[in-house]
């Protein structure tokens, strides 16, 4: 596989491990959304949104833009991480 970096590519599918934020970037794949709306869909804190967000945002997987006081989220590559979802999703169509 050549220059494959195995250690990035372990800690971007570690990130996505966690079920809340799996569940945060399926909405964010979706479009972007406002950290509010995001508690909504996740049906969790704002402070517990805040952390997952502030992590997948340093993974590079997410990036927001401030609109007042608010900050909206965005996936960085929306098609590679929508081709990721469909692939997992897919796997599991396939198993039951």
Do not use: W
């Not at 599918?13 to 569940?23: E, Q, V």
């Not at 502030?54 to 993974?59: C, E, F």
């Amino acid at each position: 596989m050549g220059n494959v970096d195995y250690e990035k590519m372990s800690e971007f599918f570690k990130t996505l491990g966690n079920t809340t934020r799996l569940k945060i970037v399926r909405e964010l794949a979706k479009g972007e959304k406002c950290v509010g709306v995001v508690e909504d869909c996740v049906h969790a804190s704002q402070a517990n949104i805040s952390q997952h967000l502030t992590i997948l945002k340093g993974q590079g997987i997410v990036d927001c833009r401030k609109e007042k006081n608010t900050r909206c989220y965005y996936l960085k590559r929306p098609e590679f991480i929508k081709n990721i979802l469909g692939l997992i999703e897919g796997e599991d169509r396939d198993r039951h």
